[in-house]
Nanobody
Framework: QVQLVESGGGLVQPGGSLRLSCAASGNIFSINAMGWYRQAAGKQRELVAIVTSGGSTNYVDSVKGRFTISRDSAKNTVYLQMNSLKPEDTAVYYC???????????????WGQGTQVTVSS
């Protein structure tokens, strides 16, 4: 069984910063990509940023230049550094591990439980 545990959400003023962390644990053999999604109230979940096993990254346009995704493959952990936060960044942020191969050779995706990020003065 694989679990993703997120941390680092909270309340921050506009222009502030937060750092999200997501650690994957369990009988993991490999993980393809890890990413962060967000879902604001009344909206669909959207991809925020993703990093592949090779280190390639991709971001939604609205966060480019403000957010940075990074990954520690040895620890199966992904981070999202969020700077210059705006009220429109307010959402529940979900960690995703894509195409996780477990030691029993099962392949599937996993989601974290979500962490609330609120940007407000």
């Amino acid at each position: 069984q694989v679990q993703l545990v997120e941390s680092g959400g909270g309340l921050v003023q506009p222009g502030g910063s937060l750092r999200l962390s997501c650690a994957a644990s369990g009988n993991i053999f490999s993980i393809n990509a890890m990413g962060w999604y967000r879902q604001a109230a009344g909206k669909q979940r959207e991809l925020v940023a993703i990093v592949t096993s090779g280190g390639s990254t991709n971001y939604v346009d609205s966060v480019k230049g403000r957010f940075t995704i990074s990954r520690d493959s040895a620890k199966n952990t992904v981070y999202l550094q969020m700077n210059s936060l705006k009220p429109e960044d307010t959402a529940v942020y979900y960690c995703n591990a894509d195409r996780v191969r477990t030691t029993d050779w099962v392949l599937r995706n996993y989601w974290g439980q979500g962490t609330q990020v609120t940007v407000s003065s």
